[in-house]
């Protein structure tokens, strides 16, 4: 599996000869020339990490993918003239030979502005393939043991939440911080305890990307 980060929480995995693309709202990085895509998974659709136009851009380029997300983030993309699956957590789908479990629930969230958010997740596991969960806002969601942690720590809030009773619950073997305010100056010094902490996990290999970096797993 190789897992490149473009930007913020935005993934490209690419596994079991299937190029799959999560939260392309939020990246920075091989914005225009992303192509050969087979799948597109929105688990964002606040403003902050979703912008329907940037994404119907990349999703015009890619006519073959398929998107994936939740119902109201469906509903965004529908009126900006594209097509997309609503996904809910427990209704597993598959990408050619890559099963996605959606992971996490609807949650109240700045009510005046949008009054419910997405709390979702994704786990990618294909046999023979190491597992890899995409947390997006989910951290109550129930992965299960999981090979590749990406990007736990997208918030100050989240990393405070039992970060690393979360981490040891599902015993991943490799975590990856993949949002660009942790790797930033600031964004070290806000987090730098918890890197400590999580880089000290017992059977844990710690592996941070920054944009456009890619890894194998």
């Known amino acids: 599996m190789r897992v490149t980060h473009l930007g913020h929480a935005c993934l490209l995995v690419e596994v079991a000869d299937r190029r799959i693309l999560i939260d392309p709202g939020s990246f920075s990085s091989g914005f225009e020339d992303l192509t050969g895509l087979d799948a597109v998974l929105v688990t964002h659709n606040h403003a902050d990490h979703f912008d329907p136009e940037r994404v119907g851009t990349l999703l015009r380029s890619n006519p073959g993918a398929t998107v994936h997300t939740d119902p109201l983030t469906a509903e965004k993309l529908r009126d900006e003239g594209l097509s997309a699956v609503p996904s809910r957590q427990g209704e597993d789908f598959a990408v050619g030979d890559v099963t ?6 609807l949650h109240a ?7 419910r958010i997405p709390n979702v997740g994704v786990v990618l596991r294909a046999e023979g393939e190491p597992s890899l969960f995409h947390p997006g806002d989910a951290y109550d969601g129930e992965p299960g043991q999981v090979d590749v942690l990406a990007h736990p720590l997208n918030a100050p809030w989240a990393a405070s939440r039992d970060s690393i009773a979360f981490v040891g619950r599902i015993a991943p073997r490799v975590f990856i911080p993949v949002h660009d305010a942790l790797l930033s100056e600031v964004g070290h010094r806000m987090y730098s305890g918890h890197v400590e902490q999580y880089s000290g996990v017992e059977g844990l290999t710690y592996v941070a990307l920054r944009d456009a970096e890619s890894a194998t797993f």
Request: aromatic fraction near 8%; charged fraction near 10%; glycine fraction near 8%.
């Open 100 to 105: 996605v479990s959606p992971v996490g629930e």
């Open 109 to 115: 969230f700045n009510h005046a502005a949008m009054p």
